[in-house]
């Protein structure tokens, strides 16, 4: 009584995801070789069909991926934050040290001027 009749039955599962995988390959391999007119068709038609799909997917999904990649970098992000205070501290003297320095050669400069034009030997101490 359970059997079924042999004009109703449906193809295994397992023979369809090979026909499905079998005609992925053919499809691949013939548009590897550049052929134009038919499968350019098919590509375009396919393209403007799931396009849309596609977009809504992404908007939908972006939310939880950008999620998950900054909490994973979560670590490093502070390991960079700590690594670039201490560069900005080392920066932060040299201008000091810079800006020091740029003074004393002002100072200089202009206790030269002033010894020339006074008539004055300047001599090392």
Do not use: C
Not at 3 to 25: D, G, K, Y
Not at 41 to 48: E, N, V
Not at 97 to 117: I, W
């Amino acid at each position: 009584m359970n059997a079924r009749r042999a004009t109703n039955r449906t193809p295994n599962p397992r023979v369809r995801v090979i026909a499905l995988l079998a005609l992925s390959f053919l499809l691949a391999l013939l548009d590897g070789r550049g052929s134009t007119g038919f499968l350019n068709t098919i590509r375009s038609g396919a393209s403007a069909v799931l396009s849309p799909l596609q977009s809504g997917a992404n908007a939908m999904s972006r939310p939880a991926v950008d999620f998950l990649r900054d909490w994973s970098e979560v670590g490093s992000k502070d390991d960079r934050i700590k690594e670039l205070n201490s560069v900005n501290a080392k920066l932060r003297q040299q201008l000091l040290t810079v800006q020091d320095l740029d003074r004393q050669a002002k100072e200089l400069h202009h206790l030269f001027q002033m010894a020339g034009t006074a008539g004055y030997n300047i001599v090392p101490a």
